[in-house]
C-alpha cells in the first residue's frame, strides 16, 4: 500500500517557466514532508522540507506548499533552469519513525531550453 | 571527499550467491539505512541503525542480514540470491535525533549499487 504517491511520472518544461509537481499522501499521521532531487547514477539528495505546522516553506527557486485537509503538498520551481531536471522525489513521516521516510515513486522533469 | 559512499556501484551474479555491499560515511552522523529502490522506482528503507544499534527492521527475507561494525560503516549481505532481489540498493545517514526540527529525516544517501541477479 503506496502512503505517498506521486502521480504524474514525467513532466516537461520549458526554461524559464514554473515546474509544478505535486504529491498526495494518504496516512494522516504524516506531519513531515521532503522532496529529494536525484540524477542518473547518484543517490537522492535533499531538496526541501516542510513541516505540517506551516503551509508553506520556501528556499530560493523553491516552494513547497501543503495542504492538509486535502492531503497534498506541490513543489514549485520558478524559474526552472536545465541543471533541475532530474528526478523529484516525494516523501514523508511521522512522528517517532526514527527516519523512515515513505517515497513517492518519482516525477521526471525535464528543462528544455 | 564522498559524504556516504557505497561499493560496489554494480553487481551482477547468479542465482544462489552470496553477495555484500559495504557502505561508509564520512559524516560523523550516528544512524544509517539501506533502502531498496525497485524495478517500480519506489524507495523502500529495508533497516536503519543507531550508534550500531538496529532501529529498524521491515519486513525484509532474513537472506538479508545488516552489519554496522561501527558507526560510520552499514555493510549489507545477501544470502542465496534470488532474481528478485535484483534492484538499486541505496545507502544513507543522517544526524541523530537531536536538536532542531527532525534533523534525522535529512538522509544524505551514497549513489547506489545496482544489483542484477541473473
Known amino acids: 500500500d503506496q502512503q505517498v504517491k506521486q502521480n504524474s511520472p514525467s513532466l516537461s518544461v520549458q526554461e524559464g517557466r514554473i515546474s509544478i509537481l505535486n504529491c498526495d499522501y494518504t496516512?494522516?499521521?504524516?506531519?513531515?514532508f521532503l522532496w529529494y532531487k536525484k540524477y542518473p547514477a547518484e543517490g537522492p539528495t535533499f531538496l526541501i522540507s516542510?513541516?505540517?505546522?506551516?503551509d508553506k516553506n520556501e528556499d530560493g527557486r523553491f516552494t513547497v506548499f501543503l495542504n492538509k485537509s486535502a492531503k497534498h503538498l506541490s513543489l514549485h520551481i520558478v524559474p526552472s533552469q536545465p541543471g533541475d531536471s532530474a528526478v523529484y522525489f516525494c516523501?514523508?513521516?511521522?512522528?517517532?519513525?526514527?527516519?523512515?521516510?515513505?517515497f513517492g515513486a518519482g516525477t521526471q522533469v525535464v528543462v528544455t531550453p | 571527499d564522498t559524504a556516504v559512499s557505497q561499493t560496489p556501484k554494480y553487481l551482477v551474479t547468479q542465482m544462489g550467491n552470496d553477495k555484500s555491499i559495504k557502505c561508509e560515511q564520512n559524516?560523523?552522523?550516528?544512524?544509517m539505512y539501506w533502502y531498496k529502490q525497485d524495478s517500480k522506482k519506489f524507495l523502500k528503507i529495508m533497516f536503519s541503525?543507531?550508534?550500531?544499534?538496529?532501529?529498524i527492521n521491515e519486513t525484509v527475507p532474513n537472506r538479508f542480514s545488516p552489519k554496522s561494525p561501527d558507526k560510520a560503516h552499514l555493510n549489507l549481505h545477501i544470502n542465496s540470491l534470488e532474481l528478485g532481489d535484483s534492484a538499486v540498493y541505496f545507502c544513507?545517514?543522517?544526524?541523530?535525533?537531536?536538536?532542531?526540527?527532525?534533523?534525522?529525516?535529512?538522509?544524505?544517501f551514497g549513489s547506489g549499487t545496482q544489483l542484477s541477479v541473473l
Open positions: 559524516l560523523g552522523h550516528d544512524t
Open positions: 516523501a514523508a513521516s511521522a512522528a517517532d519513525s526514527w527516519g523512515k521516510l515513505q
Open positions: 544513507a545517514s543522517s544526524q541523530d535525533r537531536v536538536g532542531g526540527p527532525r534533523p534525522w529525516e535529512k538522509l544524505f
Open positions: 541503525y543507531n550508534n550500531k544499534e538496529l532501529i
Open positions: 516542510i513541516s505540517s505546522i506551516k
Open positions: 496516512n494522516s499521521m504524516f506531519d513531515y
